[in-house]
């Protein structure tokens, strides 16, 4: 794909434009970013830092000491609150999403190791 002057990565980025037949995926290698990358959401997914239970447990302290007749108080207080909660929703997006990309990457996987046992010749026994 080529990008109009000024615009698209300013230094070249290996892939970005392959050529025919310079790209090559191997199942072995698709399988094992898959794996770490199904580390990487359990992690996500847990208790430790940076996930959405840590944050939740940091981002607003539990009891909020706000004088309900000051206005611009509880105007911050309800500011934090739908903070919290988009970011707890774009979080819960990312990682919806981050499960389908490695779905995908498991789905490539599997084809490239269908192509691969074609190319060689090996056939499945019945």
Do not use: C
Request: hydrophobic share 40%.
């Amino acid at each position: 794909m080529a990008y109009p002057p000024g615009e698209g990565p300013q230094r070249p980025w290996p892939g970005l434009e392959p050529k025919p037949d310079e790209v090559k995926f191997e199942a072995k290698v698709l399988e094992g970013i898959a794996k770490d990358l199904e580390a990487d959401l359990k992690r996500l997914l847990g208790t430790g830092a940076g996930t959405p239970t840590d944050f939740a447990k940091h981002a607003l302290p539990m009891t909020l000491m706000v004088d309900s007749d000051y206005a611009p108080g509880a105007a911050f207080i309800e500011t934090l609150q739908n903070g919290q909660q988009y970011f707890g929703l774009v979080y819960q997006e990312i990682i919806e999403k981050y499960a389908t990309a490695i779905e995908l990457i498991y789905a490539g996987a599997g084809v490239q190791k269908d192509v691969e046992t074609s190319n060689t010749g090996l056939t499945a026994s019945i």
